[in-house]
């Protein structure tokens, strides 16, 4: 056994103080007990598994990526205990402790501008592209087209999920940015049950919700909000909207009043992705009739938004309520 082979099998626990819904049963996927504190552990090690199968990264090797930190995070854990060399790309909104994290696992970081555009080399993704092709030999995890991703969770989170619910769920719901959780087990599910409804939230500033509803890419949908970790500006390949029926939009304020409640009530210490998922299980459960059993999914560990919206002081002087 070593700290890879600690990846999945996360606990699935039921909410019970926040859901004043008596006949729906709603259930969180507890992601932060991955190692690397979460759900994207479960992908990175699918992916390097696969590129040391196929010869493209080979002993002592370089792994580079764009990562908004949770990737960082799981491919410095996976390049510490494999050898391998880190170089992990990111924009500057993403949190210190998130930095400081990937900098502890002796991954080498480069910060770029949040606001730089999807086109401007300074984009993370395009300095991580820069990077991968100046250093020879080095291996991109590319997560947002690489569909191994979905595959990740196809394979593990999908069957976790059926498994821990003895095949009762009926509603699933995950916000995403490189799409891979929600498609990935969006489409284990459906296989097994057709009839589970996939639901998934977005921010708003994100594109995903305007090209789920219109099918056109509208730049102008593009804002800036606080959420760290899903929402995007551009169509992820790993992203498959045919697995989604319905989306929601979120607020910020929706997102971290969320979390800051499940911490308060259900003693769950996830981040602002996880508030915002179960904002809308919420939302989903009020507007559902017949009993029913929603899973969703906690992405990754408080203890990295501390700073941030955990933080009164944070809160109050970036306007939300509290
Ligand atoms: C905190 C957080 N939540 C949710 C997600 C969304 O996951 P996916 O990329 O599988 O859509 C991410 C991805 O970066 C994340 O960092």
Excluded: C
Excluded at 21 to 32: D, T
Excluded at 84 to 109: C, F
Excluded at 275 to 292: D, E, H, M, Q, Y
């Amino acid at each position: 056994m070593n700290i890879e082979n600690t990846v999945g099998n996360t606990p699935l626990v039921k909410l019970i103080n926040i859901n004043p819904y008596k006949h729906i049963e709603i259930y969180a996927k507890l992601e932060f007990f991955n190692p690397s504190g979460s759900i994207k552990d479960r992908i990175v090690k699918h992916i390097i598994e696969d590129a040391e199968n196929r010869g493209l990264l080979k002993k002592g090797g370089t792994i580079v990526e764009n990562t908004s930190g949770n990737t960082g995070a799981a491919v410095a854990t996976i390049a510490a205990i494999k050898g391998y060399r880190a170089i992990l790309t990111m924009p500057d909104k993403v949190s210190t402790e998130k930095q400081n994290t990937l900098k502890a696992l002796g991954a080498e970081i480069v910060v770029t501008p949040t606001s730089a555009a999807p086109n401007s080399p300074e984009h993370y993704v395009n300095t991580a592209k820069r990077i991968s092709e100046e250093i020879k030999g080095s291996f991109r995890i590319n997560q947002y087209d690489n569909l191994l991703n979905p595959e990740a969770h196809y394979l593990t989170t999908g069957p976790e999920i059926w498994e821990q619910t003895g095949g009762k769920i009926t509603h699933y719901v995950a916000s995403g940015s490189t799409g891979g959780t929600i498609s990935g087990v969006s489409r284990f599910l459906k296989e097994k049950k057709p009839e589970v409804f996939s639901l998934m939230p977005d921010p708003a500033g994100s594109i995903y919700y305007d090209y789920f509803k219109t099918k056109k890419i509208n730049n102008d949908a593009i804002g800036t909000y606080f959420v760290e970790g899903v929402g995007e500006d551009h169509i992820a390949k790993a992203m498959d909207f045919s697995l989604v029926d319905e989306m929601i939009q979120f607020t910020d304020q929706d997102a971290f009043e969320t979390a800051r409640l499940l911490a308060r009530k259900e003693g769950i210490l996830g981040g602002g992705t996880g508030g915002a998922n179960v904002w809308a299980a919420l939302k989903l459960a009020a507007s559902l009739t017949v009993p029913s059993v929603i899973v969703t999914i906690i992405p990754d560990n408080g203890v990295k938004y501390l700073s941030k919206f955990y933080n009164d002081e944070w809160m109050v002087k970036n306007g939300f309520k509290l």
